[in-house]
T-cell receptor, first 120, second 109 residues
Framework: GAVVSQHPSRVICKSGTSVKIECRSLDFQATTMFWYRQFPKQSLMLMATSNEGSKATYEQGVEKDKFLINHASLTLSTLTVTSAHPEDSSFYIC????????????????FGAGSRLTVL | GQQLNQSPQSMFIQEGEDVSMNCTSSSIFNTWLWYKQDPGEGPVLLIALYKAGELTSNGRLTAQFGTTRKDSFLNISASIPSDVGIYFCAGRNGQNFVFGPGTRLSVLP
């Protein structure tokens, strides 16, 4: 259980275009999802917390107009990189918080497989 | 803000050797998590720890929740080539998850 599906896994786009990345919780409801950015050989950098039915909470230094997050349902959050530029090229990973009472599975994050964005 | 430190930053070991890595913080956490990330993939949960002093195993992996609640360690016994990857620790308080910078493990045949 607790599977997060992220799509697309790879995307190449031209500078100035917008790209949408989807993150779905397949077998559980996720009221909270998190979006991370990861540069090569570096750690996970939290970009924003996506809350179902309300506005996302962005980390300091992350442009909310650049990285649009929508969490319209309990199983889907989307990240749209608007007017993408080469410096936006990165590995973007979503995760969802798994709640519940299970000993091994409660209050953990389950990650998607990531989306590699290349902006030409 | 809250920060986690992981050591070592990277390590090269021979296949069959045991591995030990740790995670420390100046803050107390209610949950400690260990993840492994393969190249080009998202992190995968290895072990979750919920109580101070808790020792939990998952196959060849063993992790412990430090008694001060400010640290955790992960041991891997009898390493194999597929253990290669980046190991991240994470501490949780409420809805806030903080990740360490990772330990990069390389296994030499």
């Amino acid at each position: 259980g607790a599977v997060v599906s992220q799509h697309p896994s790879r995307v190449i786009c031209k500078s100035g275009t917008s790209v949408k990345i989807e993150c779905r919780s397949l077998d559980f409801q996720a009221t909270t999802m998190f979006w991370y950015r990861q540069f090569p050989k570096q750690s996970l950098m939290l970009m924003a917390t996506s809350n179902e039915g309300s506005k996302a909470t962005y980390e300091q230094g992350v442009e909310k107009d650049k990285f649009l997050i929508n969490h319209a349902s309990l199983t889907l959050s989307t990240l749209t990189v608007t007017s993408a530029h080469p410096e936006d090229s990165s590995f973007y990973i979503c995760s969802a918080r798994v709640t519940g009472t299970g000993v091994s599975g409660a209050n953990v994050l389950t990650f998607g497989a990531g989306s590699r964005l290349t902006v030409l | 803000g809250q920060q986690l430190n992981q050591s070592p930053q990277s390590m090269f070991i021979q296949e069959g050797e045991d591995v030990s890595m740790n995670c420390t913080s100046s803050s107390i956490f209610n949950t400690w998590l260990w993840y492994k990330q393969d190249p080009g993939e998202g992190p995968v949960l290895l072990i979750a720890l919920y109580k101070a002093g808790e020792l939990t195993s998952n196959g060849r992996l063993t992790a412990q929740f430090g008694t001060t609640r400010k640290d955790s360690f992960l041991n891997i016994s009898a390493s194999i080539p597929s253990d290669v990857g980046i190991y991240f620790c994470a501490g949780r308080n409420g809805q806030n998850f903080v990740f360490g910078p990772g330990t990069r493990l390389s296994v030499l045949p």
